[in-house]
């Protein structure tokens, strides 16, 4: 009831506002265009078993990739920057350069070039004849390296028929096969449930007495290091240590005995602090050792594994299957073709068109009329996603040509806004059109999203690729005097003579998104 001396009124008012208010199409359209080939190939397959109307098409042999005529021709070698030699064949070149160094807290760190640079992550691959216009698709590991296999016998569910074996199942495997039984091995289950990712036990010894100690009589720490020692020296060595120092230590004491091992345990042991912070100088004074003492300690110490958890076990891994392939033809010119071979081709069922046609009831005509109206916008969902996807990539292959023929130093800047404008596309549309869309180049498999990267001027008033720039500090880094490695500012100096204008902390920042260490851990006397 309204208050006395006030009026209820109401009023009917009419406003006029423009805004874009996505109908099913539009949804249906976006939504594949997110997909990567095989994704899109499940959401075609479920549409099929849900629309009547739309049949999946036999093709016949057309202009489509051959997948299996280019795994034969193909010869797949790591990621190289220097993999071309100037007629654009391969460099038997080994681009592997493994460095172990030792962190603030006594941790030693292994990076290898693939690592530092966080490239993707395939093997590079070209056929020998390079007149040859038919090309097979291998898939690539999205992982870590590369491994590849054809496709031609891939069935839908891509199933590896690989076996997956965790660290704690190789632990068990070993604590199986060993005559430990009753409470010592009641103990070692204990011990290898604590043992993280990395190999390191998480539990103290007093955490394990008091775990068990209501299952198993007088139990003492001295029987908890007793099978602890043991477990230790499963595969892998140092498995289950409470320390990197022990870790290390058990390792070393394996190794044959030397002058070299004994300064290396005593570096270890006592003196962990002035290893981790590289003070040789220190440490020759403490250990009272020459130069050359100290170098054969320290190669036996970046021999160790100071994660022995981190350990190549069975496992199933992921492929990516590429979306896009790109080549060169007999013209030395490079071709863009959409990876279809994993695609069915959709069309309309004549005979249920034929059964629309002799619909008699409404709801029957409504039925047949709206799942063509959908099986329509589907298959026109599908062509204008692939018709984007390929001008996509015919832009960033015409683009980055330099970067397929050359290597890393030579991508050039690109951002979505360039791609945009080219093919008349909103930004928000090329995003999702290179996200998880895998190109496959004679340089390796990448996403598309890789050749995209910020400007950095140049002293010409030009502009190079953030990819470019963290080549260059590899490469700098690479060939560096290792007993004398280069700061931030002397890199930063060395690009501006080269025409880069990069501050010292845009250095940093490219070197700390590489891996590399800072100069101070770079320092070595080997």
């Given amino acids: 009831m309204a208050a006395p001396g006030m009026r209820a009124n109401v009023q009917i008012t009419q406003k006029l506002s423009t805004g874009l208010r996505m109908n099913q199409q539009m949804q249906q359209a976006i939504g594949l265009l997110q997909l990567s080939t095989i994704e899109l190939n499940q959401a075609i397959l479920e549409e099929v078993e849900k629309n009547p109307l739309l049949e999946i098409e036999e093709r016949e042999n057309s202009n489509e990739i051959s997948l299996e005529s280019m795994a034969e021709k193909e010869n797949s070698r790591e990621n ?42 395939t093997k590079d691959s070209q056929s020998d004849d390079s007149a040859s216009t038919e090309y097979n698709i291998d898939s690539y590991s999205a992982g870590e390296g590369s491994r590849s296999r054809g496709l031609g016998d891939i069935d839908d569910s891509v199933y590896e028929g690989e076996t997956t074996e965790t660290l704690y199942d190789h632990l068990m495997f070993q604590l199986d096969m060993s005559p430990l039984s009753g409470s010592d091995r009641m103990i070692a289950e204990m011990i290898i449930d604590s043992v993280n990712e990395s190999g390191y036990l998480t539990e103290t010894v007093e955490d394990i007495v008091d775990s068990l100690k209501d299952k198993i009589e007088d139990l003492t720490e001295e029987d908890v290091i007793a099978v602890l020692k043991l477990v230790q020296h499963y595969d892998p060595l140092g498995i289950a240590s409470r320390s990197v120092g022990e870790c290390l230590t058990i390792q070393l004491n394996e190794l044959e005995k030397s002058k070299a091992r004994d300064v290396a345990v005593e570096m270890i042991e006592k003196h962990m602090d002035l290893l981790s912070k590289r003070d040789f100088r220190s440490l020759k004074q403490k250990l009272s050792i020459k130069d050359e003492d100290l170098k054969e300690a320290m190669i036996l110490i970046q021999s160790l594994n100071p994660r022995p958890g981190n350990i190549k076990l069975s496992k199933k891994s992921e492929y990516v299957v590429p979306d896009v392939v790109t080549y060169k033809d007999k013209d030395n010119e490079y071709v863009v073709k959409l990876n279809n071979s994993l695609l069915p081709a959709l069309k309309i069922s004549e005979t249920y068109r034929m059964m629309a046609n002799s619909a008699r009831t409404k709801e029957e005509k409504t039925y047949f009329k709206d799942n063509e109206r959908d099986a329509n916008w589907f298959i026109n969902s599908i062509r204008q ?25 030579f991508m050039k800047p690109m951002i979505l806004k360039d791609v945009a404008e080219q093919v008349d596309r909103d930004e928000s549309t090329i995003s999702r059109i290179t996200t998880q869309k895998f190109i496959h180049t004679p340089r390796g498999t990448f996403e598309l999203k890789y050749f995209f990267s910020s400007k950095v001027s140049t002293a010409d008033g030009d502009s190079a690729s953030s990819t470019a720039m963290k080549a260059l500090i590899k490469e700098l880094v690479d060939n560096e005097d290792k007993l004398k490695p280069l700061s931030d500012e002397a890199m930063s100096d060395v690009l501006a003579q080269k025409g880069f204008n990069v501050a010292r902390r845009t250095v940093a920042k490219y070197r700390d998104e590489l891996g590399i260490p800072p100069k101070s851990k770079r320092k070595s006397l080997i």
């Fill in 80 to 121: 190289n920057d220097d993999i071309y030699n100037n007629d654009g064949a391969y460099n038997d070149v080994d681009g592997s350069d493994s460095r172990s160094m030792i962190s603030e807290t006594g941790d030693i760190t292994s990076q290898s070039d693939s690592q530092i640079m966080g490239e993707s992550k």
């Fill in 385 to 409: 996603r692939n018709e984007t996807l390929l001008a996509v990539s015919q832009i960033i292959v015409k683009e980055q040509s330099e970067f397929l023929d050359k290597g890393n130093a």
